[in-house]
């Protein structure tokens, strides 16, 4: 069944980790999206990609980093997590232009 | 700058009780319109989306939506709500520009009563 993945579900994690959100999905899209989400609010665009070996920084100025070496698979790496950086985190995917989005359950992310 | 308003933060309900949230835009043509429904510890499932045509849009779950560009309004409406309904609901549209990317409103959440 097509769909997009995103591991681990949760995670708490100490101050100055370095971490990686996994978000793979099996739908063939060429483009993949990465949102914040902070409870109560709007949903923040950082990062988004159109294929393989094209990445771009999103609305939302944000300190982690994204990958796109194959196409199913949008990595996003946090250097050094800080408290800052709790929230939800949540993986898109798309087949075109307004078309809708097709997301991941997310990651909840948890710096202490 | 185009923007999607949605007024009501919270909202409750009893089961089997009508629903309509409301969503506003700001866009000066035709927009992409889209409706999602985000269960609790979940990612956001597309409900329903409109892009030209009959104003009236059918979903998935029971849910329709109804397009007004006299108002700049697309409402979600749902004529008998189920306790399994309740979830934070999220009107979205298309951006003007690189039309793949979507702007959020910030939710309107839903409880519904037995």
């Known amino acids: 069944e097509a769909d997009i993945y995103q591991t681990p579900r949760y995670l708490v994690i100490g101050t100055g980790k370095k971490i990686t959100l996994e978000c793979s999905q099996t739908m063939g899209h060429d483009k993949m999206y990465w949102y914040q989400q902070d409870p109560g609010m709007e949903l923040h665009l950082i990062h988004y990609s159109y294929g393989v070996n094209s990445t771009e920084k999103g609305d939302l100025s944000s300190e982690s980093t994204v990958s796109r070496i194959r196409t199913e698979h949008f990595p996003l790496t946090l250097e050094s997590a800080r408290p800052s950086h709790t929230s939800q985190y949540l993986c898109?995917?798309?087949?075109?232009?307004?078309?809708?989005?097709?997301f991941g359950s997310g990651t909840r992310l948890t710096v202490v | 700058a185009q923007s999607v308003t949605q007024p009501d933060i919270h909202i409750t309900v009893s089961e089997g009780a009508s629903l309509e949230l409301r969503c506003n835009y700001s866009?000066?043509?035709?927009?992409?319109l889209f409706w999602y429904v985000q269960s609790p510890g979940q990612g956001l499932q597309l409900l329903l989306k409109?892009?030209?045509?009959?104003?009236l849009v059918q979903g998935i779950k029971g849910f329709e939506a109804e397009f007004k560009r006299s108002q700049s309004s697309f409402n979600l409406r749902k004529p008998s709500v189920h306790w399994s309904d309740a979830a934070e609901y999220f009107c979205a549209v298309a951006r003007s520009y690189n039309t793949d990317k979507l702007i959020f409103g910030t939710g309107t959440r839903l409880q519904v009563f037995p």
């Open positions: 898109a995917s798309s087949d075109g232009d307004a078309t809708g989005y097709t």
């Open positions: 409109y892009f030209s045509g009959d104003t």
């Open positions: 866009y000066g043509a035709t927009p992409y």
